[in-house]
């Protein structure tokens, strides 16, 4: 394959507060993917986290049914200053997915496990918090230029769908995240 893209996404993020409600308008993020032989290495900005991913595909790229997997992880820094008032978050975020590419390459299922670790430190008090995930994405590939390629201008549709579990010495509690998305590519 060994091409590279960028591409930006607008939809909702793959998170929010046990017992709250919380859109973000608009949300975005962007990556850069580096192609190579047996797979793609990804760099990807989300609102407060960076993600390095590799993409390890188990079937050739150029069969009808690819499968792949994806271990990721992300970090994230946060500090705010103010007048007497100090706050700093450390989040780390490792996961794991797998790619099921249908349909001469246009129709996609991932499957997705994960764990998201959080320190807060809230003048001088420090706070340990983490979440469980679990969920999966489907998603469509559309007015690509070519079928068999992913180096041209693209658009996707996708429908994310996440149990997000706060461990239960965080005070518990589990949301459904839902979250529907667009996609453009090159």
Not at 32 to 49: D, I
Not at 63 to 84: D, I, Q
Not at 88 to 95: D, G, I, R
């Amino acid at each position: 394959m060994g091409a590279s893209y960028v591409s930006l996404s607008e939809g909702s993020p793959d998170e929010a507060a046990i017992g709250s409600s919380n859109i973000k308008i608009p949300y975005g993020e962007g990556y850069v993917r580096f192609g190579g032989k047996k797979g793609q290495t990804e760099l990807r900005v989300t609102p407060g986290l960076g993600f390095v991913s590799y993409r390890a595909d188990l079937t050739r790229p150029d069969a009808g049914l690819v499968f792949s997997v994806v271990p990721s992880f992300g970090f994230g820094w946060v500090s705010m200053r103010g007048e007497g008032d100090s706050m700093s978050e450390m989040t780390l975020a490792p996961s794991l997915s797998a790619i099921l590419l249908l349909a001469d390459r246009t129709l996609y299922l991932s499957p997705r496990v994960g764990y998201a670790w959080a320190n807060s430190v809230y003048e001088e008090e420090n706070h340990t918090s983490g979440t469980r995930m679990v969920g999966g994405t489907v998603g469509y590939l559309m007015a690509r230029d070519d079928a068999h390629t992913w180096d041209h201008f693209g658009t996707s549709l996708e429908l994310s769908v996440t149990r997000l579990v706060r461990d239960e010495d965080d005070g518990g509690g589990a949301i459904w995240a839902i979250v529907p998305s667009v996609g453009i590519t090159r």
